[in-house]
């Protein structure tokens, strides 16, 4: 089990659910990546059953452009529910200071 979510609100992640975002991520994200991270309400602990699965995959051949950070989301099933929303993100966009990757800072959690 993966532990997520807030001191006032703990919770986990099964394994598989892991593995099956790895999954998807390996299908689309071309070798090379260097960090996919879990973020969003899954994370917080707040999520409800339909909720998705908030997931970064930093990549050295993604756009660079802040304006290009979400061009390039994938979308696909995740067995545990809702579904799984891939942002590919150059490494440079660890910085970005929108509220996606300031949340993704605050408290995302690295799954590779």
Do not use: K
């Not at 807030?6 to 990546?33: S, Y």
Request: glycine residues 8%; contains cysteine; aromatic residues 8%.
């Amino acid at each position: 089990m993966v532990p997520i979510g807030t001191e006032d609100n703990p919770t986990t992640i099964p394994p598989e659910a892991v593995e099956a975002i790895l999954a998807f991520v390996d299908q689309i994200v071309p070798p090379g990546c260097t960090g996919v991270w879990l973020t969003g309400s899954r994370v917080r602990g707040d999520a409800r059953p339909d909720s998705d699965w908030d997931v970064v995959a930093f990549h050295p051949a993604a756009p660079s452009r802040p304006e290009d950070l979400f061009l390039a989301n994938q979308l696909g099933p995740h067995p545990h529910g809702g579904d799984i929303e891939l942002v590919i993100a150059h490494p440079t966009n660890w910085d970005d200071p929108r509220r996606y990757m300031s949340d993704l800072r605050a408290y995302g959690i690295r799954i590779r």
